[in-house]
């Protein structure tokens, strides 16, 4: 099942580098890593029971938003963050060299 136009409370912590969000009581998150001005996301975490829906995406294009607006580069080292630059090339410009 996909909620993609259900909405998901995304909170950004900033002291844990780690954006969260609750589904169905399964806590979903990434995990990122700050150097200077590039975020490297390191983990990007869905919980089977949850999984399938769209919640990394939306969790991974919240980050990324996040990065754009602060004017941060992306390095996607975490596999889905990778798979999710490649789906979505639009956001290409934000890659750290």
Do not use: K, Q
């Amino acid at each position: 099942m996909n909620d993609a136009a259900t909405p998901l409370e995304i909170r950004h912590d900033e002291a844990m580098h780690r954006f969260t969000t609750m589904v169905d009581g399964h806590t979903c998150e990434i995990d990122y890593r700050l150097d200077g001005r590039t975020m490297t996301i390191l983990h990007t975490g869905v919980p089977e029971p949850v999984g399938g829906r769209g919640i990394a995406a939306r969790l991974t294009r919240f980050a990324v938003g996040v990065a754009e607006a602060r004017g941060w580069s992306v390095r996607p080292a975490c596999s889905y963050a990778r798979v999710w630059f490649e789906r979505n090339p639009s956001y290409a410009h934000l890659l750290a060299p």
